[in-house]
T-cell receptor
Framework: EAGVAQSPRYKIIEKRQSVAFWCNPISGHATLYWYQQILGQGPKLLIQFQNNGVVDDSQLPKDRFSAERLKGVDSTLKIQPAKLEDSAVYLC???????????????FGPGTRLTVT | KNQVEQSPQSLIILEGKNCTLQCNYTVSPFSNLRWYKQDTGRGPVSLTIMTFSENTKSNGRYTATLDADTKQSSLHITASQLSDSASYICVVRGGTGGFKTIFGAGTRLFVKA
């Protein structure tokens, strides 16, 4: 079974530029998550999708971050414009079943390391 | 407030030694607790999961314990190997208003030859 795919793996941009990350979850997984992981910290949930609908985006900085999951499969996360404090690893994860009824195991991709200079 | 706290923040041990990582949580109501291993440059991978009624779960050289009364968990690594060098993240599922997934900050383990 193929795992969660993310691209690019690394990205360096200047502040105020825009950037987009792509995630392809495990086939058949209904729930998709985007996390921000700052060095030395645990992942912080940015947004959670159930199929193509948003379940939780309470910690997404909506003035600069946006995400979509068209057709309930692939997802993109965009930052526009980027700030220095956005430097982090952006992890995508997916899980089978419904968001609130499964045992909660999430399968993570390798992440995209973003550096904002 | 639902929180997960881990200790120590980092740990250095010699290859072949045992170690124990700690996780304290305040999440209520509680659903389950997972330990994840995150290798450098990789995403986290689940090691164990425990529900309220389970107090010990093993996965090879990894043994997790859970005390739901004191809201504490530990991850014990036996006969450590160089490949155990990673971050270990405690994740608790639960909370009011729906089931949230709360991540700890992780313990960074370095195993030296």
């Amino acid at each position: 079974e193929a795992g969660v795919a993310q691209s690019p793996r690394y990205k360096i941009i200047e502040k105020r530029q825009s950037v987009a990350f792509w995630c392809n979850p495990i086939s058949g997984h209904a729930t998709l998550y985007w996390y921000q992981q700052i060095l030395g910290q645990g992942p912080k949930l940015l947004i959670q999708f159930q199929n193509n609908g948003v379940v939780d985006d309470s910690q997404l900085p909506k003035d600069r971050f946006s995400a979509e999951r068209l057709k309930g499969v692939d997802s993109t996360l965009k930052i526009q414009p980027a700030k220095l404090e956005d430097s982090a690893v952006y992890l995508c994860a997916s899980s089978p079943g419904l968001a609130d009824t499964h045992r909660g195991e999430q399968y993570f991709g390798p992440g995209t390391r973003l550096t904002v200079t | 407030k639902n929180q997960v706290e881990q200790s120590p923040q980092s740990l250095i041990i010699l290859e072949g030694k045992n170690c124990t990582l700690q996780c304290n949580y305040t999440v209520s109501p509680f659903s389950n607790l997972r330990w994840y291993k995150q290798d450098t440059g990789r995403g986290p991978v689940s090691l164990t999961i425990m529900t309220f009624s389970e107090n010990t779960k093993s996965n090879g050289r990894y043994t997790a314990t859970l005390d739901a009364d004191t809201k504490q968990s530990s991850l014990h690594i036996t006969a450590s190997q160089l490949s155990d060098s990673a971050s270990y993240i405690c994740v608790v599922r639960g909370g009011t208003g729906g089931f949230k997934t709360i991540f700890g900050a992780g313990t960074r383990l370095f195993v030296k030859a």
